[in-house]
């Protein structure tokens, strides 16, 4: 939990739909699900050009239909809106921190973390939008049954509950 850091692909595409979200993107807007084109996303390299894990574009489609099926382009596109420094400034604040890696690949979830490290970020979407910093011991207590040590509860705002409401909503489509 504290050291397998691993690629965590699409599991940090609902951030980007969050940083979106944040800047005014809708649930209900729509996004094209095609191929990206030379100088549409910013600070992208030439000959990047990723697709959909199925190889096939559906045109436009709602944003949440491009969380609900994991549309590479459709995320990219919002992560694009969103802006990659509110991404990276997101993922920093929920425990994702990505150091120097700012390319917009991390968009679609070129990106590592522990088990640890998502758990903790996730907890914004069920916690009206607050991190909670995960803990493994909660409490001591000696055999007279005192507490002789707990945890404080160390939470933090990530999103707004606005935000994480309707990001939450997303999810449950997923």
């Known amino acids: 939990a504290f050291q397998g850091e691993r690629q965590i692909g699409s599991t940090l595409k609902p951030f980007v739909y969050a940083a979106a979200i944040a800047r005014g993107l ?8 095609a191929p990206l084109r030379p100088g549409e996303i910013d600070g992208v390299l030439s000959g990047w050009n990723p697709g959909n894990s199925d190889g096939k574009f559906l045109g436009w ?3 949440t239909s491009g969380l609900v099926q994991s549309r590479n382009t459709m995320t990219i596109r919002i992560g694009n809106y969103a802006g990659l420094d509110r991404v990276m400034q997101l993922l920093s604040d929920a425990g994702l921190s990505q150091g120097d ?13 522990n088990l640890r490290q998502l758990t903790s970020g996730f907890s914004i979407f069920p916690n009206e939008g607050l991190r909670r910093r995960p803990y493994l011991i909660d409490r001591i207590i000696d055999r007279t049954g005192q507490v002789i040590y707990s945890t404080p509860v160390l939470e933090t705002e990530v999103i707004t509950p606005g935000v994480a409401h309707l990001s939450r909503r997303l999810l449950t489509k997923v």
Do not use: M, R
């Open 26 to 33: 809708l649930p209900g807007t729509l996004i094209e699900d």
């Open 61 to 63: 489609l709602p944003v």
């Open 101 to 113: 890696k700012k390319t917009p690949q991390i968009f679609i979830g070129n990106a590592g973390a």
